[in-house]
């Protein structure tokens, strides 16, 4: 259908969340401590001015506005990585999503710079499902949309098992992080701190 000539254009806000996820099988981020180092330092204000013209808000969490506790390198890594030998790794996205995209573009310069040779690929759904079903990728951004239950927000233990469930879980089929698993299970507490410390899932 054609637009009326006296339409208006009317921007509203939505809380949409850009998050990457790494692969439990990457061979490039293997190590806690330089899935650690390699996330560390992203620009996420910068992204938010230069990319998104200001017109948003970086996240640190799984909701706006919300911090995760920090984070303490495990100290295993030796040297810095800028000194040892680039590793190769696959930054995927779906095609359709220019913010995600955009948002990769930004993680593979920082990825980069942090001492890896990081290629994305904006992929066609069939191709990306083709990569998600073959595992051949170590980090994959995703977007979701925080829930809520009776106009409220979610409590912290059903949010962080609607995000596993529902964002993680089929991108990463039977490869959930061990910790990740055990909450799905309940087995151990469903908890920002299990979701986030061991630097699988990176809120960007």
Do not use: C
């Not at 339409?7 to 809380?15: F, H, P, S």
């Not at 996820?21 to 996420?44: E, M, N, Q, Y």
């Not at 390198?73 to 590793?87: A, I, T, Y």
């Not at 083709?130 to 106009?151: K, M, N, Q, R, Y």
């Amino acid at each position: 259908d054609a637009i009326p000539a006296d339409a208006q254009r009317l921007e509203t806000r939505t809380q949409r969340l850009g998050v990457a996820l790494v692969h439990p099988a990457s061979k490039a981020l293997t190590s806690r401590a330089v899935r650690i180092r390699a996330s560390a330092g992203f620009d996420r204000n910068v992204f938010v001015k230069a990319s998104l013209n200001d017109k948003g808000e970086a996240a640190y969490g799984l909701l706006p506005g919300q911090k995760n506790m920090p984070v303490e390198n495990s100290g295993d890594v030796e040297g810095d990585l800028m000194q040892q030998p680039r590793k190769q790794l696959r930054i995927l996205t779906q095609r359709g999503e220019p913010i995600l995209k955009r948002l990769g573009e930004r993680l593979q310069v920082h990825l980069f710079a942090s001492g890896f040779d990081a290629r994305l690929d904006d992929l066609p759904i069939e191709e990306y499902r083709v990569a998600l079903l073959t595992e051949e990728f170590d980090i994959v951004l995703l977007a979701w949309t925080p829930p809520l239950s009776a106009g409220r927000r979610l409590h912290e233990d059903s949010l962080v098992r609607h995000v596993l469930t529902y964002v993680l879980e089929p991108e990463l089929l039977d490869r959930l992080p061990p910790r990740w698993s055990d909450i799905l299970r309940k087995q151990a507490p469903a908890t920002r701190q299990a979701l986030f410390e061991d630097g699988y899932l990176i809120p960007l």
